[in-house]
């Protein structure tokens, strides 16, 4: 019986037609990776059961229990499958000897030496075969990849990898100079390895969304934020080591200006609304200007959106978004209008959240506002994540700030 007459699209039956095994679908976010997924389970599995493993936030959120529903009903087949997070992944995995295994956002485990990455690669070899999937696998560098060259068998572990093909430089780090990768050799050929079990798709390319605009709104450093810079302290609360005063020149940025545009793009439309932040005294604040508005929220101790049958008629919300938490793993393709009132860090984290709202389903032109502050921590995040890049805290803490 063919399993892709009915439910899948041209460029996703290809997919699963021409995949391996075990393989990487490093398709866009919102292209249809979890049918694809199930399509691939139901062509290469010999009876075994369905173990998926996924953030937190995209169990709750159920995609997959919706998905597996409806090619169970289309099809009138059972099938056997079991979730499981990424959270507990490290301590349960010995768990689940010979299932056929999808890892969902594989990013999450692309590193080799952290305890979730080792149980993966481990729970690679239990398995009879593994499917990883994400948008954004290796969204910074060859060392993005290393873990899936160990799962796929083209080198033992990092420090192999890195004895034969890393370029190594003397980085100085204040007093203490160490010998680190800088950059790696032979990378068409480690390309090469990368391509020989990986698709990768744009969602560009292959379906026709309604176009997305992005606006810079920009605002003037608060006087909170030149306090912090200058003096490292800020009402008897000291910055006084790194990473404190990173995060208080970010939570300090201007406060009051971007609280100002949000209320008053609160009272010029009922579309719906995303927001994605950092911290919680932003919650907070935002919660405190909304009104007359259904707000939903997703964070570490909440999942709580709306329900697709309701989309439809769903109509002046905000749905407020805290990046660990919802990046990636929900769809949030009610919203037609999204706002980073703080840039994040990474820049995967970034791409995934635009393909939250921007993704198959959405029917309407996405608008994309970003809160930058001129002359603040702000502007270079914001310029390391146009370039595709993570923002280095290293670099700016030493050249910006004169901090070690």
């Known amino acids: 019986m063919s399993y892709q007459d009915t439910i899948l699209y041209n460029f996703q039956k290809e997919i699963v037609n021409s995949s391996n095994p075990n393989y990487l679908i490093a398709s866009d976010v919102g292209t249809g990776k979890t049918l694809m997924a199930i399509h691939h389970y139901l062509k290469h599995n010999k009876g075994e059961p369905l173990l998926i493993v996924a953030p937190p936030a995209k169990i709750k959120e159920g995609g997959w229990d919706e998905d597996i529903k409806l090619v169970q009903e289309r099809y009138s087949i059972e099938i056997n499958y079991q979730m499981l997070s990424y959270g507990v992944l490290a301590k349960k995995w010995k768990q689940y000897h010979r299932h056929f295994v999808v890892f969902d956002e594989c990013h999450y485990v692309k590193n080799p030496t952290s305890q979730r990455g080792k149980a993966a690669y481990q729970l690679t070899k239990y398995s009879t075969h593994f499917l990883l999937l994400s948008g954004t696998p290796a969204s910074n560098s060859i060392a993005d990849m290393i873990n899936y060259f160990i799962m796929f068998g083209f080198t033992k572990n990092k420090t192999q990898f890195n004895r034969e093909y890393g370029i190594w430089e003397q980085k100085f780090f204040g007093n203490k100079t160490i010998n680190a990768v800088a950059d790696y050799?032979?990378?068409?050929?480690?390309?090469?390895?990368?391509?020989?079990?990986?698709?990768?798709?744009?969602?560009?390319?292959?379906?026709?969304?309604?176009?997305?605009?992005?606006?810079?709104?920009?605002?003037?450093?608060?006087?909170?934020?030149?306090?912090?810079?200058?003096?490292?302290?800020?009402?008897?609360?000291?910055?006084?080591?790194?990473?404190?005063?990173?995060?208080?020149?970010?939570?300090?940025?201007?406060?009051?200006?971007?609280?100002?545009?949000?209320?008053?793009?609160?009272?010029?439309?009922?579309?719906?609304?995303?927001?994605?932040?950092?911290?919680?005294?932003?919650?907070?604040?935002?919660?405190?200007?909304?009104?007359?508005?259904?707000?939903?929220?997703?964070?570490?101790?909440?999942?709580?959106?709306?329900h697709k049958s309701d989309w439809e008629k769903l109509k002046n919300s905000v749905t407020l978004v805290q990046y660990q938490a919802g990046s990636a793993g929900v769809e949030l393709q009610y919203a037609n209008i999204v706002v980073y009132h703080t840039p994040t860090y990474s820049y995967q984290d970034y791409a995934q959240s635009l393909g939250r709202t921007h993704r198959n389903g959405q029917k309407r032109k996405v608008t994309v506002f970003q809160f930058s502050t001129n002359k603040t921590i702000e502007e270079s995040v914001w310029k390391a994540l146009a370039g595709k890049k993570d923002f280095d805290k290293k670099i700016y803490l030493k050249t910006k700030l004169g901090v070690i």
Request: hydrophobic letters at 35%; proline letters at 3%.
């Open 185 to 306: 050799k032979e990378k068409n050929k480690l390309l090469g390895w990368y391509k020989s079990f990986t698709t990768s798709v744009k969602k560009d390319d292959v379906l026709d969304l309604p176009p997305i605009l992005f606006k810079q709104i920009n605002f003037k450093a608060s006087k909170e934020y030149k306090v912090i810079e200058k003096d490292r302290v800020l009402e008897d609360k000291a910055y006084d080591n790194p990473s404190a005063l990173l995060h208080g020149l970010r939570e300090h940025a201007n406060i009051k200006d971007k609280l100002a545009y949000l209320e008053m793009l609160f009272e010029a439309t009922d579309n719906n609304i995303v927001i994605f932040y950092n911290y919680i005294s932003e919650l907070k604040n935002i919660k405190s200007i909304i009104k007359d508005k259904k707000v939903f929220e997703v964070n570490g101790s909440k999942q709580n959106i709306p």
